[in-house]
Structures are given as structure tokens and as C-alpha cells.
């Protein structure tokens, strides 16, 4: 594993939006028409926030990668901004501004208010997948963050997710039902 630069938003556009194209919570928040230019905004938005107020951690062959924010060191500033209107006109959609800010204080309101680590995307690209990448990814991100004092926390609505992490260490401690169900796992 590796920690992501700039120059890595290539590699996680495509591991990302190939692997949450269909994702619920995805969904949820994004307008049906031109879906997958909508996943590329929030994929890039995610990754620029995570750059600069967290991690990007990319497989050593670059097919899987994982954004993990620091939420206590985020702060506002133009260039946050910027991103948020972007992706407000870009991403959501002005229409869904309101539904994806409520989601996200409902989703926030279930974290700790100690220094944590927010998994907000993990994927290994779909050719890629079922080979052990994504779990030793997973693992990897997961001890460096325990090697920081940081509990690792994250979010699910994909079923077939829940064991995976389970399997994993992570403990299942929450739901969320909106127009689907969101699990929360800390580990």
C-alpha cells in the first residue's frame, strides 16, 4: 500500500466509480440522469477533501484504493468552497443539496467526537475483484490508523458488505433507515 498524491485521481476515478456505480447510498443522493458523470464528481470531490484533510491509500498495482477523512482537522476555507459548490451543481444537484446535507448530519451525529478516521470510500476495480486486494487494503488502512490512535469508522448500505467487514474486525454498531438501510461499522 501506498499513500495517494494528487496525481492518483485517475486511479481512484476508476476503481470508484466502476465499483459504486449501483451503491444505494450513492444513489440516494445523486440524480439518475448521466449517473456515472455524477459518481465522478463525488468521487473527485471525496478524494480532494481526503487529500487535504485526511488520506488516499492506493494498492501498491493501483487497482484498489480507499479516502479516508480526518473529520477534526477539516476546515472551511474558499478552496473547500469551491469543491462544495461544484459538486452542489455538478454532483447532487442543487435539488439534492438539502437531502445530501441532511444525510450527512445524520450520518455525523453517529460518529465520536474524539480524533477518528472516516472511511468515506474503499473499491477495488471490478477486474479485480474477489482477489484479496480490497481485504488487504482494508487491513492495511486499518492498522495505520490504529498506529495513529485513530478507531476507524464507516458506513454500508450494500448487503453483501456486512460480512465482509465483519470478517475484518469491525463491529456493526448502528443503522440508518432512510429510502435504504445504512449500517455503521467501527473498528
Request: some cysteine.
Amino acid at each position: 500500500m501506498r499513500i495517494g498524491t494528487k496525481d492518483d485521481l485517475a486511479i481512484c476515478l476508476s476503481c470508484l466509480v466502476n465499483s459504486f456505480l449501483d451503491n444505494k447510498s450513492v444513489s440516494y443522493i445523486l440524480p439518475l440522469n448521466n449517473k456515472r458523470k455524477k459518481l465522478e464528481e463525488l468521487i473527485r470531490y471525496s478524494f480532494h477533501y481526503c487529500l487535504k484533510f485526511g488520506q488516499v491509500f492506493i494498492t501498491d498495482d493501483n487497482t484498489a484504493c480507499a479516502l479516508v477523512l480526518y473529520p477534526e482537522k477539516k476546515v472551511t476555507t474558499l478552496e473547500t468552497l469551491a469543491w462544495d459548490v461544484r459538486f452542489s451543481l455538478f454532483g447532487c444537484g442543487v435539488k439534492n443539496i438539502s437531502k445530501a446535507i441532511d444525510r450527512e448530519k445524520r450520518i455525523k451525529q453517529r460518529h465520536p467526537t474524539s480524533p477518528f478516521a472516516h472511511l468515506w470510500f474503499i473499491g477495488t476495480h471490478p477486474s479485480k475483484q474477489a482477489t484479496g486486494k480490497g481485504t488487504q487494503l482494508l487491513n492495511e488502512v486499518t492498522a495505520h490508523c490504529h498506529a495513529q490512535n485513530r478507531e476507524v469508522y464507516l458506513e454500508t448500505s450494500t448487503i453483501r458488505n456486512i460480512a465482509w467487514y465483519k470478517n475484518n474486525g469491525y463491529v456493526l454498531f448502528d443503522e440508518l433507515e432512510l429510502s435504504y438501510k445504512l449500517y455503521f461499522f467501527k473498528n
